[in-house]
């Protein structure tokens, strides 16, 4: 008995959580397949330096560049910054309950303010949970961009889900001032209710 007391504890303190550790797609990947194998990950995580290094070197300043599709497969890229006062990527993955938790807020947000020029994009890395992300962007009513995974995107995670940046009309990343355990302040670490999202966004958008 107390060891089912004990497990229901974990899992609701897990569900607290206003974001899931996580690194980037590679590493995610590689940790999922070798879970196993933790003794031989220390080849792995000797390579991430110059991985890092060529991604942070890949951003010219705090333009936001990127180039992909859509999960239908229509290209999308940094070009669509030029159309919106503000756009909002947000990086999740459908295993992290608070991203899922999030969605519809986003959703919400994005009906709301599009009017005002917000985009919201999401992007999701998990290439193999693709039934699970139709169940949950089915279940959400989503209908902003949700983008495919590439490798332009690494120099803004965090290592959590959710994660997200805001961008402006000239593609350049804004920074909001919020801070996360020592985190470059423009990634936006963790889930927001809608009146967060509400707070945070409005002062970028036009009248």
């Known amino acids: 008995m107390k060891r089912y007391l004990s497990i229901i504890l974990c899992i609701s303190m897990l569900a607290s959580f206003t974001a899931c550790s996580s690194t980037d797609k590679k590493k995610d990947d590689k940790k999922r397949d070798r879970i196993e194998e933790e003794e031989d990950e220390k080849d792995e995580e000797e390579k991430e330096p110059s991985e890092r290094t060529e991604q942070t070197e890949a951003v010219t300043g705090n333009r936001v560049t990127f180039s992909t599709t859509d999960r239908d497969g229509n290209p999308f890229d940094d070009s669509v910054f030029a159309d919106h006062d503000l756009t909002l990527i947000n990086f999740w993955e459908p295993w992290c309950g608070p991203c899922v938790g999030e969605i519809p807020d986003l959703q919400k947000i994005y009906e709301d303010y599009s009017d005002l020029d917000l985009l919201v994009i999401g992007v999701y890395s998990e290439e193999t949970m693709e039934d699970d992300v139709d169940l949950i962007l089915s279940d959400s009513g989503v209908t902003y961009p949700i983008l495919r995974y590439t490798s332009e995107f ?41 009146e967060e999202w509400e707070a945070i966004i409005t002062p970028y958008l036009g009248e």
């Open 154 to 194: 690494d120099a803004y995670q965090s290592g959590y889900v959710p994660t997200t940046i805001l961008v402006d009309r000239n593609g350049n990343i804004i920074d909001t001032g919020e801070s996360y355990e020592g985190i470059d302040s423009t990634l936006i670490v963790g889930s927001r209710t809608y």
